[in-house]
């Protein structure tokens, strides 16, 4: 397995444990107290997540000739992921039943759903034709959706009553069908939530008079924002989906503490922090996106003081990409997953189904070469010959073009046959075109990373923002080879290449916060002609009584852990917008309260800042008054994070061994010679031109003709192009 | 992507019998190169008469070769239309709804369209009186002739095969 250094002599202490329990593999990242890492693997093992925990982490203490008896006594933090959670949404399947209450007349919500559902999640082309949408199977039978009458309109006014025998009539008739969880969805509930509380107390006398276990979830206590559809989702998603997975967190705790371990592990969520096993709301750590690099990315960003940086990531079958401004990412607060539209803050990443694991093929009607959106994934390409992978892959051309040695293919652990590549390059693409080999090699990777390049220029500019102020930072394992190809002539600040790209994610679980964060939909006007006394009074009034509810909530979930006030560090946001508009930008509070003239005054500052940054100074009009549509509270508590390794600066020229070879590779056209380095043995300093191959444990930088590279002393690469 | 899917496989796509994944996936891929004969093949096999189907037409009809050269459309009960290129619905029996009552056969009340603005024509099979057709147009409006197939140029040009044609009648 990679690591990051060799010798196994030197003594290790395990402090940071990273875990991604994938659905056919658990993979583990762990870091000792000098930042040097390894990773393990293992088979997941659905039935007890635990056995597959154990073994992973038992693989990666091994490379440091420790057991887990041994390690996991001196961890100081361990962060899990795994993907039971998203497979019961995917599947549609759950060990629980669940009935749902909901507004009389609203019945078929979750079955109608969204029009966006009917695509979401698809790739492009089937987004854009109607006969390829189809809306997705509800999570829960209409059998089990019980109508309340009842209603509250959008400003919290109560319409109609609660009709109560409504709702014993519903909890009696989905008790008699043996649901385990009863969801409570009313409309703007997230405004007043009064008829969905006497509703849990009827509910919760029914269900105590006849014994039973059912548990009683209201949207208004869980996810309190706009959009029926959405907050539904993702109760509903609380319920069927994450409670059930609360006793496979809980074995996997009980684990760490059996084998010595005296640290609470915690779970990777949505809104970039990691939460406790024992939190409320636990639908949050649903994450089907990548978004520990992200996380990593911002980490790396803070400590080295790089404040703007668009992030790129490509695996093996996905292109992600993600923007950081001022060390913060952005949100976005109706994310997809398992093709349901949630209500969960999720740190925001745009992704394309490109990677190097995509299938490159022939189109025979246009006789054309198009990629994916299916592929290879980890099984690598044709030229994997231990795998049964048939349709060439992106990667196959890579090692086709000599820039990617088969001896070295994941440190070795992956035999790679170069002529198997070339043949059905040959077959697949080059003959039906009329090419060459190689000529169709290089025709392939040039129109992956033309499309790398127009995704990732429309991320930045389609933002409004400009390359040239953002630093670019490339990681995963796919990442290195392309980066010069994908940033080619884009004009950002600097290209940066950490050189742990391949675990960067991985990374990024382990610099992820302690943090948990509450949103809440407002309607808080401030109205122009009052005065900032009387709009404290009032607006700020009400949106600091919003904003201590949530830090109450906050503050609740740190006591399941044990973690009192005083270690917790807030941070207050907004979403504000001036009246009348349809989109809200993020504001972070430079207050906790706003209930004074002058704090108050503060935020609003605050707002026209960030809306003079992100449009104009022309396009401000705070003549129009003010609304702030949405109120968060972040909590964070410190804990131990990765080091990003600091090394002394040598000179330009390589140490002699981390020269390889050379040998000859294919650059535009032309068979080069190459040389080929050790991407580990470079020293901080070091500056190479290309052409050349950089080869790591688990990743290749490959450096084009024109290119060139520097490593400074945290081991990360800035990547240049030459006039 | 297969060249060519298993013949169970294309049965169960005209029978609808797929699973929405299975089908998704068909969709989304590069066509089979053989998919229109494959199903011409399934539809032909489940007719009762020996006319090789050209092309299907629209549901229950096909375009199929007569001996003397003709390509006439063809019910799935073995009716007969007319010509490939005329309106099979000028042979059709026609049902015309264009009342308030004869709506509310259909719809429930004030769901439907005002008979004064849009009449529903609903086209039956003489030979065995099933539904082939149904269209919505304003009162007055000619017979909509849908699909005039041009046989031709699909069979040289999109797939590249013969078209078929019938056995001479014998004697």
């Known amino acids: ?723 | 992507m297969p060249e060519s899917y298993p013949r169970e496989h294309i049965e169960d796509l005209v029978d609808d019998n797929l699973e929405w994944n299975q089908l998704h996936d068909m969709m989304s891929d590069f066509k089979d190169a053989d998919r229109f004969q494959q199903v011409r093949d399934v539809l032909q096999e489940r007719v009762d008469w020996d006319d090789p189907i050209i092309i299907p037409y629209a549901d229950h009809l096909y375009v199929v070769a007569k001996p003397d050269n003709r390509w006439v459309i063809k019910c799935d009960c073995g009716h007969e239309f007319c010509e490939h290129d005329e309106n099979w619905k000028m042979d059709a029996l026609i049902n015309v709804r264009d009342s308030e009552e004869a709506y509310l056969e259909i719809y429930p009340e004030d769901m439907h369209p005002h008979p004064d603005y849009m009449e529903l024509r609903e086209f039956f099979c003489p030979g065995c009186n099933t539904l082939l057709e149904v269209t919505n147009v304003m009162p007055g409006y000619p017979l909509i002739h849908e699909f005039e197939p041009d046989i031709e140029t699909f069979y040289s040009e999109w797939i590249e095969e013969p078209i078929p044609t019938a056995e001479p009648e014998s004697a």
């Open chain 1, 1 to 723: 397995m990679a690591s990051s250094e060799d010798d196994p002599t030197t003594q290790h202490d395990a402090q940071i444990l990273s875990i991604d329990a994938g659905g056919t593999m658990t993979d583990t990242f762990l870091m000792d107290s000098n930042g040097e890492f390894t990773v393990g693997k293992a088979k997941t093992t659905p039935d007890d997540e635990s056995r597959g925990f154990i073994k992973s982490s038992q693989d990666a203490l091994e490379d440091w000739d420790l057991s887990v008896e041994e390690g996991f006594p001196d961890l100081v933090s361990t962060v899990y992921s795994g993907t039971a959670m998203l497979n019961r949404l995917v599947e549609r399947e759950s060990e629980v039943d669940v009935g749902i209450l909901i507004t009389g007349g609203m019945e078929d919500t979750l079955r109608m759903g969204r029009g966006r559902q009917s695509y979401t999640g698809y790739s492009y082309s089937d987004r854009l034709h109607v006969n390829t949408h189809k809306h997705p199977e509800p999570l829960i039978p209409r059998n089990r959706i019980r109508g309340v009458r009842e209603r509250i309109d959008v400003k919290g006014n109560t319409l109609v009553p609660l009709y109560e025998d409504d709702v014993r009539d519903g909890v009696n008739d989905l008790l008699d069908q043996g649901v385990d969880h009863i969801v409570v969805m009313f409309l703007h509930s997230y405004k007043n939530g009064e008829h969905e509380h006497r509703t849990a107390e009827i509910a919760r006398e029914i269900i105590d008079e006849r014994g039973a276990e059912t548990s009683v979830m209201l949207s208004s206590e869980y996810y309190p924002t706009l959009k029926e559809s959405e907050r539904l989702n993702t109760v509903t998603a609380e319920a069927f989906a994450a409670e059930p997975s609360r006793d496979q967190l809980s074995n996997i705790q009980e684990a760490v503490d059996e084998q010595g371990g005296n640290v609470g592990v915690r779970v990777m969520a949505s809104h970039g922090g990691t939460i406790d096993i024992n939190a409320n709301e636990l639908a949050r750590t649903l994450i089907s996106g990548p978004i520990g690099g992200m996380i990593g990315a911002n980490y790396f960003g803070q400590k080295l003081d790089y404040n703007n940086l668009v992030c790129t990531d490509i695996g093996g079958t996905s292109f992600d990409m993600g923007i950081i401004i001022d060390n913060d990412w952005q949100i976005d607060y109706s994310p997809e997953m398992a093709r349901l539209l949630l209500s969960l803050p999720m740190v925001n990443m745009e992704s394309v189904g490109a990677g190097t694991g995509s299938y490159v093929r022939v189109n025979p009607t246009f006789d054309k070469i198009e990629l994916g959106p299916e592929s290879a994934g980890d099984q690598v390409g044709v030229s994997a010959v231990e795998t049964d992978v048939e349709t060439v892959t992106v990667t196959d051309c890579h090692v086709a073009m000599g820039w990617i040695n088969p001896e070295n293919f994941l440190g070795g652990d992956m035999p790679i046959d170069r002529e198997v590549a070339e043949q059905e390059i040959k077959e697949q693409i080059a003959d039906p075109l009329d090419m060459g080999v190689y000529e169709a090699a290089q025709g392939v990777i040039d129109i992956l990373e033309s499309k790398l390049r127009n995704d990732l220029e429309a991320v930045v500019t389609g933002e409004g923002y400009a390359p040239s102020n953002f630093k670019c930072l490339s990681y995963g394992g796919g990442g290195p080879v392309h980066t010069a190809g994908y940033t080619k002539d884009l004009g950002f600040d600097e290209v940066l290449i950490p050189e742990w790209a391949a675990g960067f994610s991985a990374f990024g679980c382990g610099a992820a916060d302690y943090e948990y964060r509450y949103d809440q939909t407002t309607s808080i006007d401030i109205d122009p002609d009052l005065s900032m006394e009387e709009a404290a009074a009032t607006a700020g009034e009400a949106l600091t009584e919003v904003w201590t509810n949530l830090e109450q909530k906050v503050e609740n979930e740190f006591e399941n852990s044990n973690i009192g006030r005083d270690e917790i560090e807030f941070q207050y946001n907004i979403l504000g917008q001036y009246q009348g508009q349809l989109n809200s930008i993020d504001i972070e509070s430079p207050v906790g309260r706003v209930d004074s003239p002058e704090k108050l005054e503060q935020l609003l500052d605050t707002f026209e800042e960030g809306y003079r940054r992100q449009y104009s100074e022309e396009a401000r009009s705070p003549e129009l008054g003010h609304t702030i549509t949405q109120a968060s509270v972040r909590g964070v508590r410190d804990v131990v994070k990765p080091e990003i390794p600091t090394e002394e600066l040598q000179g330009p020229e390589p140490p002699a061994d981390a020269y390889k070879e050379t040998r000859e590779a294919y650059w535009d056209g032309e068979w080069l010679d190459t040389e080929i380095y050790d991407l580990h043995a470079l020293q901080p300093g070091n500056e190479l031109s290309g052409p050349a191959v950089l080869e790591g444990a688990a990743t290749t930088y490959a450096l084009p003709p024109d290119c060139e590279t520097w490593l400074d002393e945290h081991r990360v690469h800035h990547l240049t192009t030459t006039e």
